[in-house]
Antibody
Framework: EVQLEESGGGLVQPGGSLRLSCAASGFTFGSYSMNWVRQAPGKGLEWVSYIGSVSEAMYYADSAKGRFTVFRDNGKSSMYLQMNSLRDEDTAVYYC??????????????????WGRGTPVTVSS | DIQMAQSPSSLTASVGDRVIITCRASQAIGNFLNWYQQKPGEAPRLLIYAASSLQSGVPSRFSGSGSGTEFNLTISSLQPEDFATFYCQQCRGFPYTFGQGTKLEFK
């Protein structure tokens, strides 16, 4: 059974930093690309970042560029999100998400197949 | 960036009703479109990927259709456990983007 467990969330002051962790089990972690998706209180879903299966590519939402860094350790079956210069608007539940994918016309069509339960981050003074 | 717009934003319906939720993309995305369901206090769940492929374990009353810029999620006969918020998401290119959500409520 695929399991994704986030940790590291909490209360942080504006301008502060936080590192989120995602511990994966139940599948071959190094064979899958991963994502962070967040949800502000009472709001919709927002994709935050993507990392390829062997860290060959990383992508970020505009809201995260320059402040957030995603990385992974396949030996530990873990993914991380280093968040710096945090703002009030970063307050959200952060979900660790594993991709599924099929190939369409030579391109990967990815979907968010498995989700963790999320870890809450509150940025407030 | 590709913008996704869902309609309606909210919907009231009864058990047994047929419901259609529409998602429109700001540019053509082929079939690079996924649908998710989220219940209060829970993580989202994948329902449909590649516009019309049913995720394993999802009831067959859920179906997806469309291509290009317009997509539909259809629930053929609503069940009590289906009341939730639904999101579409394009995976044609980064940044991935979601629709704003459609909240399905009991009439």
């Amino acid at each position: 059974e695929v399991q994704l467990e986030e940790s590291g969330g909490g209360l942080v002051q504006p301008g502060g930093s936080l590192r989120l962790s995602c511990a994966a089990s139940g599948f071959t972690f190094g064979s899958y690309s991963m994502n962070w998706v967040r949800q502000a209180p009472g709001k919709g879903l927002e994709w935050v970042s993507y990392i390829g299966s062997v860290s060959e590519a990383m992508y970020y939402a505009d809201s995260a560029k320059g402040r957030f860094t995603v990385f992974r350790d396949n030996g530990k079956s873990s993914m991380y999100l280093q968040m710096n210069s945090l703002r009030d608007e970063d307050t959200a539940v952060y979900y660790c998400v594993r991709d599924g994918a099929i190939w369409v016309g030579g391109a990967p069509l990815r979907y968010f197949q498995h989700w963790g339960r999320g870890t809450p981050v509150t940025v407030s003074s | 960036d590709i913008q996704m717009a869902q309609s309606p934003s909210s919907l009231t319906a009864s058990v047994g009703d047929r419901v259609i939720i529409t998602c429109r993309a700001s540019q053509a995305i082929g079939n690079f479109l996924n649908w998710y369901q989220q219940k209060p206090g829970e993580a989202p769940r994948l329902l449909i990927y590649a516009a019309s492929s049913l995720q394993s374990g999802v009831p067959s009353r859920f179906s997806g259709s469309g291509s290009g810029t317009e997509f539909n999620l259809t629930i053929s006969s609503l069940q009590p456990e289906d009341f939730a918020t639904f999101y579409c998401q394009q995976c044609r290119g980064f940044p991935y983007t979601f629709g704003q959500g459609t909240k399905l409520e009991f009439k």
